[in-house]
């Protein structure tokens, strides 16, 4: 029943005038003054907008709100900002039986760091800022926001790491290998699906039995062996399938292995090759001890996650992760931003 609904809606539409919609949006952010960043996001946004950003920035409604808590800080941090898209795609959200359009952008916000933002010292040099941005859109208007943007990868950039080192490698990421991430025109739907086919045959994949030793087998019927997990700032980038259960999967397991709850996802959706989704929070679990250096948590906490991919002859091929690592961290007693601000006061 769901395929038939995605069927016949994606080919109904070619989601066009969304996908204009939203370049005009990012468009128009980069190039405003931040005294009229409010009034430019209400040109595109509904004014009862639902934004949703990552710690510090939480939930937010409204064009104002958003321009307050988000845009004018970073713009006024990173001047000369311009977007650097490595992914664009639009299509029916999974999750609402394939009734809603979503567009999605992935890739660098980038500028000069010039002023100081979220106690961050600034560089005066070129820095990136890795996000993941999904979009509702209805009506003309964007109704939904889901903004994720890596804010440790800044800090460590700045030379400000706050974390001991850690399994995986921390660099600015690079995007899609093939470099057909951009999906500006209309896509063949067939495409879409069999790439939506390929993420959830992963999410409903038997097995994910950690410290195993047919886990790679497992991993195999879903992934390409040469796949690349190009993680958070703070767990880093794994490359192959020993190199990601080595590098990411043991160590997550080791110390988060203690009331695991899956919550399920806000959005999902594919177009082309590319595809992913997120959640709010996706996950709920508790630090039993040793994960990112951190003593055992108090208590459960939540991962607000994005997953984007890329799928090649009905595997996955990469994919791109981004975790409110802030939130998580904070939700066990240690506010990242407030330490670094604590420290810049007192030297």
Partial sequence: MYWAAWHRCSTMSDFQSEKALVRDFH?????????????????FTAPDWHWRGMHPFHEQTGPEAVADVYWNPLK????????????????????DGFSSVWVVSMGHLMG?????????RPTGRITMLRYAEFNKVENGKITETAMFCDIPHVMIQAGQNPFPPQTGAHL????????????????????????????????NNPGEKFHDPDEAMRLARVWHDDMIWWGPAGIGA????????????????????EGYRFNGHLCRLAEGHFGGFFG????????????????AGPGPADMRVVDMYREQDGKLAENWIFIDILHFLNMQGLDVLGRMASVQHNE
């Avoid at 006024?76 to 999750?95: S, V």
Wanted: aromatic letters at 8%; charged letters at 20%; a negative charge.
């Fill in 27 to 43: 468009a128009a952010i980069c190039a405003a003054d931040p005294a009229e960043t409010a009034a430019t996001l209400a040109r």
């Fill in 76 to 95: 006024t941090a990173f001047t000369r900002l311009q977007r650097r898209p490595d992914i664009f795609l639009a299509g029916l959200n999974e999750m």
């Fill in 112 to 120: 000069l760091f010039d002023k100081p933002w979220l106690g961050i």
């Fill in 172 to 203: 600015v990421q690079p995007g899609p290998m093939t470099h057909e991430g951009l999906m500006w025109d209309k896509q063949d739907p067939a495409t879409g699906k069999a790439t939506l086919d390929a993420i959830n045959a992963m999410l």
């Fill in 238 to 257: 794994a490359y192959t399938i020993p190199g990601y259960i080595r590098q990411h999967v043991n160590p997550f397991d080791d110390a988060l292995n």
């Fill in 280 to 295: 709010w929070a996706n996950l709920t679990i508790r630090n039993s001890g040793g994960y990112m250096g951190m003593p």
